[in-house]
């Protein structure tokens, strides 16, 4: 994944002594330590002076005594993307990559994102935010039988359930399920080709198109082996990229959002699509999906990572 790329002595200078936090204590620690290493070899190799912190062993006064002049987080899911290491870093004023507390706090939650999308005119799927397996019968008279159930504040499709003609049973069992995680989003399920795009600096960069097996684009698909096939950029009429670049654009905005961050996309054979969820500390281990998009506007790796170490900043 490296190339070579070394910063040069004012920027080395500029970043000052990175942090990596990685790992943490979500259900996403694992793919957590996976991007937080990919990161911290291509820092490295760039030049900076960058080392791993794994908050799930380094306590915050561990941390503020390392005197650090900056943080690249490479946590994924809760106490890494939801406001509450962010928090952490106002406090200790230490300037972080990507969103501030209170946009984090928004994204992590799919059913807080997309009401704020929908209020400013984005087009997002008809779903129901859901405490009870009991609420199956309301869902399933409001949505029907063909949805998908997922926890609103998990990633990498943990916990999520998709169905397609299901009975009341069904979809009161995969509530059930999904509610071993938190809270859940159920959503009118839609088929038809996923995209995913990455923003950077509020800029949307190439369109990525996922052909997962059978369209299930899971935990396993994600992380491991070679069954996915990805067109980047995808093969989209140009009307309709720019419409979704520029869609992606505003979703970004509109939560408050900054730095980078990667939108996951349903299209429809008429064009038209709706967005599905916002990722504001992106996967970045072999398989993951920024790095592609950075390659397809000639950005490495190590370039990529050093851009966004950069960008770190504090709401205050």
Sequence with gaps: MQDGFKVDEATRTRLGRVAVLMGGFSSEREVSLSSGSEVLKALREAGVDAHGVDPAACSI?????????????????????????????EYLRLPYTGPGVQSS????????????????????????????AAEAGKVFETLGGSVVVKPVQEGSSIGVVKLRDADEKTVREAIA???????????????????TVAVLDGK?????EIKAPEGDYDYVNKYTGDAVKYDCPAHLPEEVSSAIRAACEKAFAVVGARGWARIDVMGREDGSFILLEINTSPGMTPHSLVPMAARAVGMSFPELCVHVALSARLDH
């Design 105 to 132: 706090a928004i994204c992590i939650d799919k059913s807080v994102t997309c009401a704020v999308w929908r209020a400013n005119g984005l087009p997002v799927a008809r779903g129901m935010l859901v405490r009870d």
């Design 177 to 195: 399920a999904s509610l071993a995680y938190g809270p859940v989003l159920v959503e009118e399920r839609f088929f038809g080709r996923e995209f």
């Design 61 to 89: 006064a561990d941390l503020a005594g390392q005197k650090f002049d900056r943080a690249f987080i490479a946590l994924h899911g809760k106490f890494g993307e939801d406001g509450t290491v962010q928090g952490a870093l």
């Design 204 to 208: 949307a960069l190439p369109i990525i």
